[in-house]
């Protein structure tokens, strides 16, 4: 999370991952991905402009690097970006984006045309030719709504363009990151368990502790 350190973002994801890991996912694509890649990538001019209403949650941001058929290998990676009058062009697919079908700003990774190195881009809802469409029939993290992002020669201004990006070098830190904080999640999600077990201990039901009822396993 930008503007708290490494230990402090940590115990926050974790703290609500003991009550929702769902919740704690959302607000690790929200911040550890989409805003920390402005923070850390980003023009001082795109600071101002986008990260205010992500920190207050007024808008809501999502990453996105998996395609299809890679994965989040970004060596393979076929959404291109091509230089354009006045930006550029996008032009491909990603698969399993965090909050992307409500997303107000979508970090979207591409490769460059010219230089084949990886370039970042801010694509704001509602942009032609972008259309994101929810996964279906999830088996957990339901409140995540994963979708697919469709680019169809999506327009992107030149000053919508995070030139702190031109390389896989260049997001490993964003990546390392949030990385750490995907492992505080079963930390969290283990105290939330340990909790309910705790609490149940001590309380009967027909005479029986709770924890005698094959329902409810501690």
């Given at each position: ?160 363009r995070l030139t702190g990006i031109n390389s896989f070098q260049d997001i490993s830190k964003v990546l390392a990151m949030s990385r750490i904080m995907v492992a505080w999640q079963p930390i969290g999600i283990s105290m939330g368990v340990y909790d309910m077990c705790h609490r149940s201990e001590p309380h009967l039901s ?13």
């Open positions: 999370c930008p503007g708290l350190s490494l230990t402090a973002s940590a115990v926050s994801i974790a703290e609500v991952a003991r009550v929702d890991a769902s919740c704690s996912t959302f607000i690790l694509v929200h911040s550890s991905l989409a805003m920390s890649t402005i923070a850390l990538c980003g023009s001082e001019a795109q600071k101002q402009k986008y990260l205010p209403s992500l920190a207050q949650f007024k808008t809501v941001g999502c990453w996105a690097l998996t395609e299809p058929d890679y994965g989040s290998d970004a060596s393979s990676l076929k959404t291109s970006a091509t230089k354009v009058p006045g930006g550029w062009q996008l032009d491909g697919q990603k698969r399993w984006i965090g909050n992307s079908t409500f997303a107000d700003v979508l970090v979207i990774l591409a490769r460059n045309a010219d230089t084949k190195q990886l370039n970042g881009f801010i694509v704001k809802k509602g942009a032609p030719g972008l259309r994101a469409t929810k996964i279906q029939n999830k088996i957990g993290l339901r409140m995540v709504q994963n979708g697919d992002i469709l680019l169809n020669k999506v327009f992107v201004p030149e000053e919508d027909f005479n029986l502790q709770l924890s005698f009822y094959w329902s409810i396993p501690i």
